[in-house]
């Protein structure tokens, strides 16, 4: 008899949850960031991404090179050009932006120098700008804090 009733319950229920389907997921906040038509600035010279050499860790090797494809918040398209990686964790790097009036961004592209810290995120600060990247299945996360607010990113390796 309590099989039955069991059984009957799971019919019950299967029947109540079968004419439904559950959302599908939505984008995180940082995949609705991606948009591979970002364009930022060229740069006016050369700027060659030098190989980390064997004594810098794997896991600070995988931000090396050139990346884009993303937006902060989907709005503010941005690239950033991993130049250098030496085994103290410090970087030297060009991060380019495209301008983007809303938010009274103008065209920009500067060369910075940017730490990897021990938990394996690139840091760099300028100004009231803070920004960390982290390494995580081929894609470059970003958090960028400025002016009381946080925006994120995600970017996609890009070639040379």
């Known amino acids: 008899m309590r099989k039955a009733l069991f059984a009957a319950g799971l019919a ?5 949850c079968g004419g439904r389907q559950a959302a599908a997921p939505q984008p995180s ?15 006016f010279s050369p700027a060659p991404v ?4 064997a004594e810098v860790p794997d896991n600070w090797r995988a931000f090396s090179g050139r990346w884009g494809g ?11 050009h991993i130049l250098s990686i030496d085994p103290s964790g410090e970087v030297v790097l ?7 009036d809303a938010w009274g961004k103008p065209a920009t592209a500067f060369r910075r120098k940017a730490r990897i810290d021990r938990d ?3 840091r760099m600060a300028y100004g009231r700008t803070e920004i960390a990247y982290w390494y995580e299945n ?3 996360f970003g ?6 607010g946080e925006r994120r990113i995600a970017l996609a390796r890009r070639g040379a």
């Open 12 to 16: 019950c229920l299967a029947a109540a």
């Open 120 to 122: 394996g995120r690139l």
């Open 29 to 43: 906040a940082f995949m609705a960031t991606r948009d591979d038509s970002c364009y930022t600035v060229d740069l």
């Open 50 to 53: 030098i190989a980390p050499g």
């Open 70 to 80: 993303g937006a902060w918040d989907g709005e503010w398209c941005h690239d950033l």
């Open 94 to 100: 060009i991060e380019t932006h495209a301008p983007h």
């Open 138 to 140: 081929g894609l470059l």
């Open 143 to 148: 958090v960028r804090e400025e002016g009381g």
